[in-house]
């Protein structure tokens, strides 16, 4: 299923580059180990990466997919999504194209790549592959609650919302861990997780009575040899499409702590796009303290905002906002960084 | 995907009939539509259905797939399951055998018949034909919560463990309202419902990210020309392996009311196999009840138990038991009636 972490990447994300849909473009470009040689959007051409997301790049902003073979990518990788995750149709001769010109594709969507007879057929004749990241494993099993027996400390992101940071604060946690010394993995559950670190399992493609199962495998798989395992959280208990996701995750990983994110700019779920209020986050605490009860009682130990956009200064207002709401620690660990979380995980540990 | 309701149908059973992992066959002779002209278990034969279920069928316990052909079946249905919802490798020659004979077959398990390529070719042999009912179809949306503004009163089992009668307690209930004549609808959401009812989807089989989307399409597509929707649940927000599915279909089917289905004799989820216990009824109400908050808030209005097995004064007890720790009506729907589970909901939807 997986691709080599050299190989050189060309994102893919037309139209959309830094606008709301190129989460996966973002994360990539910001924590992956590939180097990236290029990013796809002809509607921002002339641009740098820097100035349209704040992340420190050189790839260059192209215009098309020809414009970057002369990057001499090996790879293209598809860095934008919607909900349903499926692969709009006007991708097509795009992805048709790369695999002629000698590029292997990489998607994180629901529609698999290699479930379309025609990329399928292109890459034969090309000598291609197309690696769907999002396809879950054969044979997973029924989750049972065996995460709760393991020796290192669990901690899962969850959050107000989908697509509101918590794979990045995971990620921002775990170097934190890592530079003070613990021994500390990262666990991906979803598809720019995987795709950053390499493996996991996107939880939100797995057959419902197997998602829990799914979790408590990665789990499992890294808590013997580690001091800290940050899970990967998804969606949220309050989004009424996504939150059996969330509770699967959140009963299959088992966690002693969790990070509660939000973006603090976001008043209602599905990117505010649906008519569900996101209730300040103090009354959002108790909603996943109390799911975690009868497996394993965990506590939300900190609260990570994602201040994206905001000045700097009311960036640093909502942070203190929600500490006073809360009476927790919080950060925008991209921002002011994620020390703080850290120090909040290392307490409850020593609790 | 659907088989004829009048398919004359020799039930599966072998070795476990009456048994913990015979729940399909018990629900399709107890409730289902089609005729039922022989169960199949060779550990059984010489009692009756009635003696072992407590079910009124006059069909006969036989050993074999060759003697249940005397009584000139249709169509053969597996009747077992296990949580994983596995095929088991020994009844392949059982399949094999009822294919060449004439039998179409039925199944709800997670293993697709039609994914196993000897029983493909072998139908197609035999011109039979192959039905998986767990199969859900594609191209679901993800849920928005959109069941909230239907017109019909919704009301969704739950339950404190998976198999305590959720599937049971909605037919029962369904049954009560249209005897007083409003215009009422069971949906089904699992296997051994879909064989009953000839539709639905079985949202314990959906990708992670469809499941509330399933249920809400379920709903949407009975709530404008009925009274009553009836939801069957699906497995415990308390059980570690199925709570997420559970959720999926509590926020996609956004019901106004919650009946909580218990079995008397259990004191631990996973069938008693789990190391994690049931909670006072009273303790699981608020759980079920604060996870619709934030979508549509539900109220849990009373109490189903299962007292199989119990004698009539234990199961008495235990009803009273229930009524007096929750402050709600309680009965075993199968045992004294569901009146009082409807009299609780059409209370409900009357305030």
Redo the contacts between chains.
């Keep these: 299923m997986y691709y080599s972490q050299s190989a050189r990447l060309a994102i893919y994300a037309e139209g959309e580059f830094g606008k709301g849909h190129s989460k996966t473009a973002e994360g990539v470009l910001r924590y992956g180990q590939n180097p990236v040689v290029a990013v796809i959007d002809s509607t921002e051409t002339g641009k740098s990466v820097e100035q349209i997301t704040g992340i420190t790049c050189q790839a260059p902003i192209v215009a098309s997919v020809a414009d970057a073979l002369k990057f001499q990518p090996d790879a293209l990788l598809l860095g934008t999504a919607w909900?349903?995750?499926h692969l709009p149709a006007e991708w097509k001769p795009d992805i048709l194209f790369a695999l002629r010109n000698g590029l292997d594709v990489i998607s994180g969507l629901?529609d698999f790549l290699a479930d379309d007879p025609d990329f399928v057929k292109c890459a034969a004749e090309s000598k291609r592959q197309l690696f769907d990241v999002r396809r879950p494993p054969d044979q997973l099993?029924?989750?049972?609650?065996k995460a709760k027996d393991v020796p290192a400390f669990i901690c899962l992101t969850v959050g107000s919302d989908g697509s509101v940071g918590k794979m990045t604060t995971s990620l921002e946690i775990d170097k934190v861990a890592k530079r003070r010394g613990f021994k500390s993995r990262f666990v991906a559950t979803g598809q720019t997780g995987i795709m950053i670190d390499g493996q996991g399992i996107a939880?939100?493609?797995?057959?419902?009575?197997f998602?829990?199962?799914a979790a408590e495998r990665l789990v499992l798989e890294v808590a013997y040899d580690n001091d800290f395992v940050f899970v990967e959280g998804q969606g949220s208990?309050?989004h009424?499409?996504?939150?059996?996701?969330?509770?699967?995750?959140l009963?299959?990983a088992?966690p002693q702590a969790m990070i509660l994110c939000h973006t603090a700019t976001r008043t209602r779920v599905?990117k505010d796009k649906?008519?569900?209020?996101i209730?300040k986050l103090s009354l959002l605490i108790?909603?996943y303290e109390?799911?975690t009860?009868?497996?394993r009682p965990a506590k939300v130990v900190a609260i990570s905002l994602n201040t994206h956009g905001m000045s700097e200064q009311a960036a640093q207002n909502a942070v203190e906002e929600a500490a006073r709401d809360t009476g927790l620690p919080a950060t925008d660990p991209v921002r002011f960084g994620a020390d703080c979380l850290f120090d909040a995980i290392l307490a409850m540990r020593g609790r």
């Design positions: 909900a349903e995750g629901h099993p029924v989750g049972c609650g939880i939100d493609r797995v057959i419902g009575d998602m829990a199962g208990l309050i009424p499409g996504w939150s059996g996701v969330t509770l699967g995750l009963h299959g088992c599905g649906l008519p569900f209020a209730p108790p909603i109390s799911m009860d009868f497996i």
